[in-house]
C-alpha cells in the first residue's frame, strides 16, 4: 500500500526547484493526526527551492490537519482552500505560505464524463 502524503513529500524534495515559488522564501511544518500518531514534515523554501525533512522543528507557518484529510489534498480529492475555510485545517503563522505551495498540490481528477467531453472536441 502506498504512502500519497510520503509520495508527495519525497517527489516535492528531489524535484528541487520551482519556478512558482521563485518569490518565496519561509518554512512550513506539517503536524499530521491520525491512528494515534503524529507525523511531522518541514518543508523549507528559498526562493523557489525546495527542501523536505522530517521533523517538528519550528517552523514561519504550522499546518494541523488529519492524515487522511492532507491524502485527500496530495491526491487532488481535496481543495486545501476550501479545507481550511471549512475549519478542517488550522494553520498558524504565516499563511501566505500554504497558499503558495497549494499551487504545487495536483488539481482535482477529471472525472470520466469531462475527460470524454474533452476528447470529443
Known amino acids: 500500500m502506498t504512502d500519497a502524503t510520503a509520495d508527495y513529500f519525497h517527489s516535492l524534495g528531489e524535484h528541487g526547484r520551482y ?51 492532507f491524502d485527500g489534498m496530495v491526491t487532488g480529492q481535496v481543495n486545501t482552500m476550501a479545507a481550511v475555510l471549512r475549519g478542517q485545517i488550522d494553520v498558524e503563522g504565516e499563511l501566505h505560505l500554504i497558499v503558495m505551495l497549494q499551487r504545487l498540490f495536483p488539481g482535482r481528477p477529471a472525472s470520466p464524463a469531462t475527460a470524454t467531453r474533452r476528447h470529443k472536441k
Open 19 to 69: 519556478p512558482l515559488l521563485r518569490a518565496t522564501s519561509g518554512t512550513i511544518r506539517f503536524d499530521l493526526t491520525g491512528n494515534g500518531h503524529a507525523e511531522h514534515w518541514r518543508v523549507a523554501i528559498d526562493r523557489g527551492h525546495i527542501q523536505v525533512s522530517r521533523g517538528g522543528e519550528h517552523a514561519d507557518c504550522v499546518v494541523h490537519v488529519a492524515k487522511n484529510l
